[in-house]
């Protein structure tokens, strides 16, 4: 079956901090990939659709970039409002499998 | 604006069945593939069924298949799941999600949300 994991499964860092979250897809995902952000006890809210495309709204310290089945989620200046935890998905076929998840918090 | 509303959660015995319900407003229901993502307590995310908007193809994950059923009425708008024979390990909030494009695999992942619904199966 199709798998997707995530590193680090949790991070901690300062204010200010870049911060990077990597996906890997055991098979080519062709670029359908998202990544969500999800804050305690709110649903998932869509950041990065297309591997790097930002959705309208999320603030251009989101970014993500990465092909075929490596992926990167990169947060430039740590915010605290961005305490969440970030999953990846893939969506170019059945089962639309998500990441394991990354928790952020500051340190 | 895109409105989801989920409802129809609750306590349920193992064995027993749930129907949830996704009222949907906001955007041209009919012309959107839908889906269902579930949350176990403290783990994360599982993409469990979606449907097309027309309502004819249907795609589950192995967890459920058999066993959940998913349907709509693009008349009311409503997005509907049918959970039978349900275990201990679908307690779960379930969500309601709609693609940014017209079907999943279109490119834009789920860009809205419902709030969610907790369903707990316990005896």
Redo the contacts between chains.
Sequence with gaps: DMQMTQSPSSLSASVGDRVTITCRASQGVNN?L?W?Q?KAGR????L???AS?L?SGVPSRFSGSGSGTDFTLTISSLQPEDVATY?C?K???????????TKVDLK | EVLLLESGGGLVQPGGSLRLSCAASGFTFTSYSMAWVRQAPGKGLEWVVSIAGDGGTKDYADSVKGRFTISRDNSKNILYMQMNSLRADDTAVYYCAKPGSNTITSGRGFDFWGQGTLVTVSS
């Design positions: 359908y998202a969500y999800q649903a998932p809210k869509l990065i659709y297309g495309t959705q999953y998905q969506y170019n076929s059945v089962p639309f499998t998500f990441g394991p998840g």
